[in-house]
C-alpha cells in the first residue's frame, strides 16, 4: 500500500507493508526532493543549529561544508580545512582528500570526527576537531583519536560519536576487514576513554569479502538501532551498497537483526537499496528533526557518477526502522 505524505518541502512515497511484510527493493521510495549543490555529496553528516539551519559535512578535498535554510536547498560554504590538512598527509599519500565525516553538536561546540586514509589500506587514522560555529576556517584540530596500520584486522575509518542513555560518550568505526568497532570517548577530551580501554566488537560479515563499513547508531524507545553499509561504493553506477540495521538494548551489543540474527555473524535487516534509477544509496547518517527522523546518504544516478544527496525520513513505529 502506498501513501504520499509532504514533509518538510520532501515529497515522499510512504510504502506501508500489509500483514507485516517486508518492503522489497521495488518498493523502496526514491529520495526526497533537494535541489542547489546536491550533486558531488559523498558520505554526508547533517547537523540542525540552533539558528535553523541545516549544516552538511562530507568527504572530499578538505572536507567541503554546506547549508540549507529549510532542508531542500543547499548552498557551498567552503570548506573545513581550506588551508588543508597537512597533519593527515601521514595516511592520504599526501593529499587533502578526507573521508567520513561526523558532525555533532555537544558541550555547546561542534564536534567533527573524521577519517585519513587511501583505498585497500588500513594505514588509516581518525581524527577530531571542533569549532563554535561550524563555519569554514573556525575549526581547532585536536589530534588522531584512533588510528591503524596494516598489521592491524580492522580499519580506523567511517567514525560516529553515539551518547548513550546514560550520558556515555562512544565513537563506533570501522570498514572491512573484522568489520565494526567501539571505543568508549571521554567527553572532557573527545579521545578515548581513561578507564575503559576496551576495544568493543559490534559488527561483521564474514562473507562477501566483509564488506560492511559506516556504522551510525541513533538511541530510539529503549533500542540503539546501528545502520551500516553494505557490499561496495564508489563505482558510480556500478556500486552495490545499501543500508542495512540491527539494534541493541545495549549500546555495547549485541545487535541483532529482525530475524534474530547477530550483526557480529553477518545479519542485518534491509532498509534500502538501488531501486528505479537509483543506485547504491549507503554511507548514511541519521538525525532527529522536528517533524521526524531523517536518513541522509549518498547515491548514483547516470547523471550524478560523484554521488548525490539523498533524504528520506524514518519511521520507527512497530520497533524497526522503516524509511519513506
Not at 531501486?275 to 548514511?284: D, K, L
Request: some cysteine; glycine content about 12%; proline content about 6%.
Amino acid at each position: 500500500m502506498r501513501a504520499m505524505l509532504v514533509v518538510a518541502g520532501l515529497v515522499l512515497t510512504l510504502v506501508v507493508p500489509v500483514g507485516g511484510a517486508t518492503a522489497a527493493p521495488a518498493d523502496y521510495p526514491d529520495p526526497g526532493r533537494v535541489t542547489g549543490s546536491v550533486n558531488g555529496v559523498h558520505d554526508p553528516t547533517m547537523q540542525k543549529a540552533a539558528d535553523g539551519r541545516y549544516l552538511l559535512v562530507s568527504t572530499g578535498n578538505n572536507l567541503p561544508i554546506r547549508t540549507s535554510t529549510d532542508r531542500v536547498a543547499y548552498r557551498t560554504a567552503g570548506s573545513v580545512w581550506p588551508n588543508g590538512a597537512p597533519w593527515a598527509h601521514p595516511f592520504t599519500n599526501g593529499t587533502n582528500t578526507l573521508w567520513a565525516p561526523d558532525l555533532s553538536f555537544r558541550n555547546g561546540r561542534y564536534y567533527l570526527y573524521y577519517s585519513a586514509s587511501t583505498f585497500g589500506s588500513r594505514n588509516s587514522a581518525i581524527f577530531l576537531a571542533t569549532s563554535p560555529t561550524a563555519a569554514s576556517s573556525s575549526w581547532t584540530n585536536l589530534g588522531i583519536v584512533w588510528q591503524t596500520n596494516n598489521s592491524n584486522d580492522y580499519n580506523a575509518i567511517d567514525p560516529n560519536l553515539v551518547v548513550d542513555a546514560a550520558g556515555a560518550w562512544w565513537l563506533s568505526f570501522g570498514s572491512f576487514w573484522t568489520g565494526i568497532k567501539m571505543i568508549r570517548i571521554d567527553p572532557a577530551t573527545g579521545k578515548q576513554h581513561a578507564t575503559d580501554r576496551t576495544l568493543y566488537n559490534l559488527a561483521r560479515r564474514p562473507t562477501a569479502g566483509g564488506a560492511i563499513e559506516a556504522p551510525f547508531i541513533v538511541r530510539q524507545g529503549g533500542f540503539y538501532y546501528m545502520f551500516v553499509s553494505f557490499d561496495l561504493c564508489c563505482r558510480g553506477t556500478n556500486s552495490t551498497y545499501r543500508i542495512m540495521v540491527g539494534r541493541s538494548a545495549s549500546i555495547t551489543g549485541p545487535y541483532v537483526d529482525r530475524a534474530g540474527v547477530a550483526l557480529n555473524s553477518g545479519g542485518g535487516t534491509e532498509i534500502l537499496a538501488a531501486h528505479g534509477s537509483v543506485v547504491g544509496p549507503g554511507h548514511q547518517a541519521v538525525f532527529q528533526d522536528a517533524d521526524a527522523w531523517v536518513l541522509a546518504y549518498h547515491y548514483y544516478t547516470s547523471s550524478a557518477q560523484g554521488g548525490r544527496l539523498g533524504l528520506n525520513l524514518i519511521d520507527f513505529s512497530d520497533g524497526w526502522p522503516r524509511v519513506f
